[in-house]
């Protein structure tokens, strides 16, 4: 049985950082790729930047130059690096983990990110 585990998220003002991180456990193939999505009250679900294990990487463009998704395939991990956070930021962030660029297989429970103005 496949998991996601999501951590890190939590509450911070305007202009602050937080990483969260996803470990994949009970995975019996490495997955080529790993997302992270965010979805706040009221709106639907969006990608916020996604990584295949050739490092190809895609942002929503409203957190380029702010996110940072890295991976770590040795203990199928996948961080979200979040700097200068903005209130909008504030969602339920969940991690996904795929076969192929656009398929999300496996997905996490969700971590809660709140940004205080």
């Known amino acids: 049985q496949v998991q996601l585990v999501e951590s890190g998220g939590g509450l911070v003002q305007a202009g602050g950082s937080l990483r969260l991180s996803c470990v994949a456990s009970g995975i019996i193939f490495r997955p080529n790729v790993m997302a992270w999505y965010r979805q706040a009250p009221g709106k639907q679900r969006e990608l916020v930047a996604r990584?295949?294990?050739?490092?190809?990487?895609t942002y929503v463009a409203s957190v380029k130059g702010r996110f940072l998704i890295s991976r770590d395939d040795a203990k199928n991990t996948v961080n979200l690096q979040m700097n200068d956070l903005k209130p909008a930021d504030t969602a339920v962030y969940y991690c996904?983990?795929?076969?192929?660029?656009?398929?999300?297989?496996?997905w996490g429970q969700g971590t809660q990110v709140t940004v205080s103005s």
């Open positions: 990584m295949s294990t050739g490092s190809d990487t």
């Open positions: 996904s983990a795929g076969s192929t660029w656009y398929a999300d297989d496996y």
